[in-house]
């Protein structure tokens, strides 16, 4: 088997399990949030071994170098192989991810988002059914 040179980056960003989907990569890519050497790029955009990879999802950020290079889909610890991520993109996002916790811990349970339980549905399914 021929060893890879390039590969679609919409394809490597699903191989290296940063999206579940390669449409949901694709419109990642589409939407800008995923830049190749500083330059925002297109689904179908070849990367090779040793790019500079951003990638941001939902308020987090991966500053990564390409490793390796895989078009199918691996377990998690053999997908992280892929990809080296830069200390400082690391520690930033770790220190995000405490923040956002502590946040949350300082919320009182009536602001936090709770869905509600099969009691509560079945009450909002019987009042919206009387209403109609």
């Keep these: ?6 590969i679609r980056i919409d ?8 999206f579940k989907t390669r449409s949901l ?7 800008g949030k995923v830049h190749v050497n500083g330059q ?6 070849d990367i090779k071994i040793g790019d500079l990879i951003t990638v941001s999802i939902n308020q987090y950020r991966w500053e990564i170098v390409v ?3 895989n078009k199918q889909r691996r377990p998690a610890k053999e997908a992280a192989l892929l ?5 400082v993109s690391s520690v930033k996002r770790q220190q995000q991810i405490e923040l ?5 811990a300082l919320q009182h349970p009536s602001e936090r988002e709770i869905k509600p ?8 399914h019987r009042f919206k059914q009387d209403a109609s």
């Design 1 to 6: 088997m021929a060893e890879l040179n390039e």
């Design 11 to 18: 394809k490597w960003l699903w191989a290296a399990r940063f």
């Design 25 to 31: 990569a694709a419109d990642a890519v589409n939407g």
């Design 40 to 45: 925002r790029c297109k689904p179908g955009k």
């Design 67 to 69: 490793n390796d290079l």
């Design 83 to 87: 990809y080296q991520e830069d200390e």
């Design 100 to 104: 956002f916790k502590q946040q949350q």
């Design 117 to 124: 339980n099969k009691k509560q549905r079945r009450q909002i």
